[in-house]
Structure formats: structure tokens, C-alpha cells
């Protein structure tokens, strides 16, 4: 889970609402790939642990059709964290090791080539 300060990090940001809100589902997924892998560095987990965790969650077990699509949107985050990784550090980097600050970083990153187009 994002912590408040995080939160208040993010939203410190002169980024518009939808990339704020970008931010904060990414910073989600993040945290959520950090404890399905139980560590806050390396690889995604590998999609049958993403959703043997999924199944494993309560509110969400009972629903297949929102556990598949809940752990497609898992992975999908999981690789596009690792691809912000890689541009972050200009070469090979694991995903689940970014912050929120990384994040925040590549975002006004990607603000600013807009603005420069």
C-alpha cells in the first residue's frame, strides 16, 4: 500500500489529475507485486503466483472472472514497472526495486518530452 507520505509526494507533483492517478495505480500494483514476490526487489512474480495470491485473497476468491482479470492487470503492471525500470537506470533494472519516487521521476520525465514536442 502506498503510505500517506507517498501520497502526499505524489500529489506535490505539478502533474495533471490522470497522470497523478496513474501514479498512484502503478505505485498500487507495485506494492502489491513487492508482497506477492515477498521482497521489494527482483523480477514481477511469475503469473501462476500472482494468481494463486489472487485466489487466496477473500473478497476476490469467489470470482474467477475478477481474479483472471484482476492478476492480467497484475501482470500487465508488472511489466510495464519493469520496463520503467530499464529507462530509469538506462539499462537492465528489476522492476519491483523502483519507489514511488522513480516513478514520479519517469512520469515528469514523459510530461516534459511531451511538452518539448
Same mark, same amino acid.
Given at each position: 500500500m502506498i503510505s500517506p507520505a507517498e =501520497?502526499?509526494?505524489?500529489?506535490?507533483? %505539478? *502533474?495533471?489529475? =490522470?497522470?497523478?492517478?496513474? *501514479?498512484? =495505480? %502503478?505505485g498500487h500494483g507495485l506494492r502489491t507485486l513487492q508482497v506477492i514476490a515477498g521482497q521489494p526487489q527482483g523480477p514481477p512474480p511469475a503469473p501462476e503466483a500472482i494468481r494463486r495470491w489472487c485466489l487466496e485473497q477473500a473478497p476476490i476468491a469467489d470470482d474467477p472472472a475478477f481474479v483472471e482479470a484482476f492478476a492480467a492487470q497484475l501482470e500487465a503492471t508488472g511489466a510495464q514497472l519493469t520496463a520503467i525500470a530499464n529507462e530509469v537506470a538506462g539499462g537492465p533494472r528489476e522492476g519491483l526495486s523502483l519507489d514511488l519516487s522513480d516513478l514520479i521521476a519517469w512520469a515528469q520525465r514523459q510530461a516534459d518530452l511531451r511538452v518539448s514536442l
Open positions: =501520497l502526499t509526494e505524489l500529489e506535490a507533483t %505539478l *502533474l495533471p489529475a =490522470l497522470e497523478r492517478h496513474h *501514479l498512484r =495505480l %502503478l
